[in-house]
């Protein structure tokens, strides 16, 4: 959603990479950039307006003048101000001391409230809640089975009396819902409203009631991301007619512009609790505006990164395969290969853990375009093979390989191309594992591995009988670069230069990639 947004901001800041000291005129132009840029991406005039002044504010002042770097201030100021405007610190839910919380969702039809609804009940169920849903929507057709269907396949409780479809009373099943969950001891409450095509008296006077009737803990206006600025308008009609403590965004994978995300904390005063960014109920987590400034800056999202693996992945199964790899290349198996990559599947799709890593802005068009279906592939391709040819690939020949290929469906030459991605990839796990860095990287500090102790050793050698140009010009760059040759960069990467965008990823990466 913030494609647009992310690119017109990186060529803003690209303009200032390398300037020593920043002109007040480098500053009204920066400004200008990204003024237009949070036009284009549909904020708020006014939140607009607020941004650029503080921005424009810090950056004349002494925190980017007397900096070392005032380019890399410039950006930091940036991302603090994005922060802000997207609602500061991670707003958590408030549980009642007395159970059950109930959270009422409200907001237009359309939005998504129902299936928030399920993916809220799972969210919480993860969580360690026993939550109920409750299915007060009896206006839109079908919408009580759509939430009975959603609930079972979030595996929660589900309330719904009515049959709905006009039929029955939304304000008495709210009320029955409560008294309903502490006899069956849910904890949480999830009450599910009717929404209206546009704001109206008789919408905001049915979710009032229901407001009323069981005096919710928490109201999460529920907007959907990509209407723009009548997400805004729309919001603060909710705010002044009904009340609501926290806002859920939804439909954050769509190819809207994104502009209500970034005006409706502003505006409305209310924090955005949670984000919804897919149709499947795995795909909604915690709203964390710190996270949301990084992605848009294009410095990824480690942090989400880091808690979706930890989700997934087993701890015991990663403490087996370390000690697997400590042992050597030999012991790690396509057992283990698929096993891990069916978990990394598990994580979701691999174009949006990629998109997660700092750096891959750049590669947007070949992460877009990345065949999700290729760990598909794969997988039936190991499957296809006998346990010797999953313990020892190297048996595999020629006979083999195309028995392998009829079985999966694919061509022989994938079957081969895939040998030798294990190999590579077993390569380079084992020597991860023993602390020699990732093969076509340079190493950690610190981190030892086979052989550590002479490399250093010859490095000092040849430092020590390291010969000077005989040119002055490519003398005096060789003396302020350190000794190290202009197309290294700050880590030393051979070809990269001063511009991340030259980076190379090592070919163990690169192979999971379409082409440019």
Known sequence: MFDTLSDRLAATFKNLRGKGRLSEADIDATAREIRIALLEADVALPVVRAFIKQVKERALGAEVSKALNPAQQVVKIVNEELVGILGGETRRLRFAKNPPTVIMLAGLQGAGKT??????????????????????????????????????????????????????????????????????????????????????????????????????????FVVDAMIGQDAVSTAEAFRDGVGFDGVVLSKLDGDARGGAALSIAQVTGRQIMFASNGEKLDEFDAFHPDRMASRILGMGDVLSLIEQAERTFSQQEAEKLASKLAKGPKEFTLDDFLSQMEQVRKMGSISKLLGMMPGMGQMRDQINNL??????????????????????????????????????????????????????????????????????????PGMGGPGAGKRKGKQQKKAKGRRRSGNPMKRQAEAESGGRSQESDTFGIPGAGQDPGNFELPKEFRDILPPK
């Open 371 to 444: 065949d999700e279906r290729e760990v598909d592939r794969t997988a039936a391709i190991i499957k296809s093979m006998t346990p010797a040819e999953r313990d020892d690939p190297k048996i595999i020949n020629g006979s083999r390989r195309a028995r392998i290929a009829k079985g999966s469906g694919v061509d022989v030459s994938a079957v081969k191309s895939l040998v030798e991605r294990f190999f590579e990839a077993r390569k380079m796990m084992s020597k991860m594992a023993q602390g020699g860095g990732v093969p076509g990287m340079p190493g950690i």
């Open 115 to 220: 299936t928030l609804a399920g993916k809220l009940g799972r969210w919480l169920k993860q969580q360690g809640h026993t939550p109920l849903l409750v299915a007060c929507d009896l206006q839109r057709p079908n919408a009580v089975n759509q939430l009975s269907v959603v609930a079972e396949r979030a595996e929660v409780a589900v309330f719904a009396p009515e049959p709905g479809n006009g039929v029955g009373d939304p304000v008495k099943v709210a009320q029955d819902s409560v008294a309903f969950a502490r006899d069956k001891q849910h904890d949480v409450v999830v009450v599910d409203t009717a929404g209206r095509l546009g704001i109206d008296e008789e919408l905001m006077r049915q979710a009032a009631d229901i407001r009323d009737a069981v005096s919710p803990d928490e109201i999460l």
